[in-house]
Structures are given as structure tokens and as C-alpha cells.
Nanobody
Framework: QGQLVESGGGSVQSGESLLLSCAAS????????MGWYRQAPGKEREFISHMNSDGTTTYSDSVKGRFTISQDKVNNALYLQMNSLKTEDTAVYYC???????????????????WGQGTQVTVSS
């Protein structure tokens, strides 16, 4: 089944930083990658960043240069360091992963099939 649990959200002022964490557990299979998404009120969920199993990363233009994704493979943890936060970064942030059966090739442009419950980030001016 698998489980992703986010933590680290909160309320900060514009220009400040936050570190989000995601703990992955209880899944069976090969992990193609993990990533972060967010959803602001009244908007669609949007991609923020992916980290593939080979360590390569991608970012959306809206966060490039301000956010950094990283992982701890030993502890099955994913992180998102968010610096220079802006009011428009206010959203619920979701951790996501793509898990496939063992001995299965991962899609090149994978989309998540496992989601966390989300953590709220609020940035005020």
C-alpha cells in the first residue's frame, strides 16, 4: 500500500525559509522517484520538483533557484528546502512518489501514484 507523511509546514513571513520533510514507508516495489507538489486555494495542484532514482532533479520555473529538493535514501526521506518564500508560495504541499513493481522499467517522465496527506505552508507579507 505504502505511506507518505509530510511535516514541517507552518506560517512564516515573506523572505523567510522552511524545510519540509516527507517520510516514506510500507511500500513494496521499485521507487522511480519522489517529488513535491502544491495546491493553492481555488487552483489546480501543480508540480514543484522531482528527484529521480538516479538523483537527477527538476524544478518548476516558479521555484527554481529558491527551493532545493534532496533525499536521504537510507531513511527513505525526502526534503524540500524553501528559501526566499513569497506570499504566492502559500499552499498545501504534497509529497508524492512513483512506485512500480520490482523488475519494471520506470517511465522516463513519471507521474506519481502515491501521495501524502499534505502540509500547509502560509507566507504572509
Amino acid at each position: 500500500q505504502g505511506q507518505l507523511v509530510e511535516s514541517g509546514g507552518g506560517s512564516v513571513q515573506s523572505g523567510e525559509s522552511l524545510l519540509l520533510s516527507c517520510a516514506a514507508s510500507e511500500y513494496t516495489g521499485r521507487r522511480c522517484g519522489m517529488g513535491w507538489y502544491r495546491q493553492a486555494p481555488g487552483k489546480e495542484r501543480e508540480f514543484i520538483s522531482h528527484m529521480n532514482s538516479d538523483g537527477t532533479t527538476t524544478y518548476s520555473d516558479s521555484v527554481k533557484g529558491r527551493f532545493t529538493i534532496s533525499q536521504d535514501k537510507v531513511n527513505n526521506a525526502l526534503y524540500l528546502q524553501m528559501n526566499s518564500l513569497k506570499t504566492e508560495d502559500t499552499a498545501v504541499y504534497y509529497c508524492a512518489a512513483r512506485i512500480v513493481p520490482f523488475f519494471t522499467v520506470c517511465p522516463v517522465n513519471w507521474s506519481p501514484n502515491m501521495w501524502g496527506q499534505g502540509t500547509q505552508v502560509t507566507v504572509s507579507s
